[in-house]
């Protein structure tokens, strides 16, 4: 079996803002389209499109770092992979891999035969397969998924468990969420032009397909949150007031977290965009899951630092 190592990213100084590269190792088809992105003083990544098997190219950015055990970061609706910009530097010691979906940021649209055709989290984590396979990662990786993104981390995990290591839900949207009234992704949302609509009918029964048991973090943006939305965006919601829809949202992560015997860490501040709101917290999940899943113990964060990320346990 190809090990990951097999990502051989070299930077070398170029005399310039930013570095050139040297690229070894990979089975990608593409062409760079960007050597780096600086975020914070840190290289955060070799940005370069790469050909999935269905015909169809994507934007991919890779971080080198420590590759015995990758992270995959999964975006939320309509979401470029820019959304985790802030996170990357905090997690710079690690390999990570952040990608845009058909028709998002810097990918190709869906050809018109496979974007008329609604397509379903399974095959949204087969997509996801399809890259790490072009990237020669095969082995057992850690998914972060926001939003949409933590429903299609889950299917990953559930489709394709052997590579599976762990997972970090930040925000995710739940089961209950898609049968509710008012949600984006309750009307069939989809991420952009040029991507396809989401076949929920299809995912629901899919979401059914139980997750292995792997280190896992349940991230919740802060409570409260839903009270910063417009009268017009409320009325969307209605007959629910803001409180229960804050309730039911909180009550959500906690019964995702219970599903999946998951830490769940509450966000002091963050509104659902934590990763922007609060990226400290967001790293600190992903280094404790990572963490987990290389020793085979329970993933922890201790008190003193969640609390400096700004985070907290629920209270019982």
Known sequence: MRRPSALAVALRSSGSD???????????HGSISRAGRWVGGICCGVRRLVTVDVGYELSVSVTSGDTSLPVVFVNALGTSQDQWDQVLPRLYLHTAVTYDRPGIGASAPLPPH????????????DELRNVLDQLGIDAPVVVVGHSI?????????????ARTAGLVLVDGTTMAHLAGRGWPECEGGEDGPGSSMLDLPGSV???DTAV???????????????????????AEF?????????????????????????LLVVADWAGHHVATDQPEL???CVSAVIAAARDHRP????????????????VP
Do not use: C
Request: aromatic share 6%.
């Open 18 to 28: 930013e570095p050139s590269l040297r690229i070894t190792g990979f089975g990608v």
């Open 114 to 125: 496979l974007s008329d055709q609604p397509r379903t989290f399974g095959a949204l984590a």
């Open 149 to 161: 993104g933590a429903l299609i981390a889950m299917m990953y995990a559930a489709r394709h468990g």
């Open 205 to 207: 029964t899919e979401l």
């Open 212 to 234: 292995p048991p792997v280190p896992a973090a349940v991230l919740a943006s802060a409570p409260g949150r839903w009270t910063r939305l417009s009268p017009a965006d409320v």
């Open 238 to 262: 209605a007959p629910l007031t803001v409180e229960q829809l804050d309730q039911q949202w909180q009550d959500g992560q906690r019964q995702l977290a219970e599903k999946l015997n998951a």
């Open 282 to 284: 967001v790293a600190a």
């Open 299 to 314: 993933v922890t964060i201790p008190l003193a630092q969640l609390r400096y990320a700004g985070g907290s346990y629920p």
